[in-house]
């Protein structure tokens, strides 16, 4: 946007030029392309706001996070109030989002550029484990992007090293943010006995199927910065069952067996590990010997 009563273009093809209606914005100079389903022809366009010519016409309002202006939208001639949020400061360590566009059925979100992720960080600074000096700024953008992300009530459900991106590797401290959402859920919204995360990283609750909360991701931001630190996974395994094993022996705790369990009545798995469906996780049955 170039505010007041200049147009808002928008960034839609790969080189703007007067060529496709292209020029300069007089805030910050950058190129802009006029936006157009003429203008950048066999390219996606945009569906958001800003995919015509909007002219401001007056402002309708202002308060702590943006104004709101009347714009006539030349495409459609019809008047809109666009909403415009003030720029904040970067400071929730989670990847921003640019905008999105649709290419026939899909739908594609822009997100801004980072380096690599933090599992491709480890293997070239040092597979065995990253400094204190490394590990401290680590953790406290991730417990800051958690916090953001918690006090709005929702779970991420998959964090690991490969779902954090370093900014700049040639940064120090480095600075790092949170990624794919793919399995991210509304605390209201987590149906008991969902499969979500990855192995490694899971809670005990996700992998016996019981009613979970936010505190998953912690459990998960407390294996991931042993794994930054010395290179390993605090509990490894092939299967649920495996790690399962792993977290009972470190916390000094019997495991079940699951063969003899499922020997006994209902109310007696019930009772000790809820109503799931963990016999994925119960180890190979022993043949017996004839």
Known sequence: SCGGGERTHVRLCNSPSPSNGGRPCPGDSSQLSRCNTQ??????????????????????????YGIVAKCRNTGTTKIEAVKVNKSEKDTCNIVQCNGFFYDKENIC??????????QDYLQEKNPRGLTTRELRPILHQLATALSHLHSSGIIHADLK??????????????????????????VSAVIQGEWMGTLHYSAPELLLGVPFNESVDMWALGLLMVKLATG??????????????????MQDKELVDFNELNKKKESTKTQTFGLIGYSKFAPPSKKKKK
């Open 39 to 64: 203008a950048c022809p066999g390219k996606a366009c945009h569906k958001s706001a800003v995919s015509v010519y909007h002219v401001v016409e007056d402002i309708l309002g202002e308060g702590g």
């Open 109 to 118: 979100i822009s997100f801004e550029l980072l380096d690599l992720s933090l």
């Open 161 to 186: 090293p490969a779902n954090v991106m370093v900014v700049n590797r040639h940064e120090q401290p480095p600075k790092v943010k949170l990624i794919d959402f793919g399995l991210a859920r509304l």
């Open 232 to 249: 390993c996974q605090l509990y490894p395994g092939k299967t649920g069952y495996d790690v399962l094993r792993f977290i009972f022996e």
